[in-house]
């Protein structure tokens, strides 16, 4: 389950999820070399921010619905494909996991500020177990309580933000030279359709400790600069990391490069005993 962040949309983890679906995706799932098939879905958080605050709240929900309608989905997904690549009609999600009924596991793969969500979102996919792989992502919380922005960079959100409201993603660095945000004009396109300004309220919201090991393992999948912070931090709990030299938008800029890195990475954190 690919997962985009709250500031961008499904547009830009799609060319991924063609190159995974292309693939075929085959991982270890035991230490006598047998496979499972897993199947790939968007996730499409967009609209998690209308109505009231508390807005992370409605956010995990919209991720626990639609995750439990692509592992619904699972037995009748091959027989009912419309041609919509990753997403079926209406921008939902199509397939799982494609064991049985439903899935013994989940891989997500978060993005961005979809990172400090990881933990409320694995707690939501009624899997047997759910691994993550950080993509250039943020990191929730080891204990406690996760802020759904760093601190050190509410600051500059509340600077930029007019009547409470922050605007969409691509306005935030009105200096920055377009090639170095967006890696194609047609990533340009795609995520200047998704954005949408935001409450500021939302990125001062924090995210409640979940109950449990809602991550039974993980990774990480760095691709900018700007993450080797987390990257770090990554390895200091012990996860895999891999490093996909890039930009941010990476998954848009090179696909067919950052699906075989996904491919690669979740073989070793599906693997048995994995960290």
Known sequence: MLVHAPVL????????????????????????????????????????????????????ARFSGQVAEALAGTARGASSDDGGGPHGRGGRPRGGASSGDGADHVVLVVHSGAGPFAAQLGAAVPAARVSVIFADAGLPARAGPTPVVDAAFLPYLRQIAHDGVVPPWPQWFPEADPAELYPTEAART??????????????????????????????????????QQEAGQARERGWPVTELPGTHLHPMAAPADVAAAIISLAAVIAAPGSP
């Open 190 to 227: 795609a995520v200047l359709a998704d954005a949408r300004p935001l409450p500021l309220s939302f990125f001062e919201e924090t995210l409640p400790a979940v109950t449990g090991p809602a991550i039974v393992s993980a990774g990480y999948l760095l691709f900018s600069a700007g993450y």
């Open 9 to 60: 949309g499904p547009a830009s983890w799609q060319p991924v999820a063609a190159e995974l679906s292309g693939a075929g995706l085959s991982l270890p799932r035991s230490p006598d070399g047998s496979t499972a098939r897993y199947r790939v879905a968007v996730a499409d958080l967009t609209g998690f921010a209308a109505g009231e605050p508390p807005y992370a709240p409605r956010l995990v």
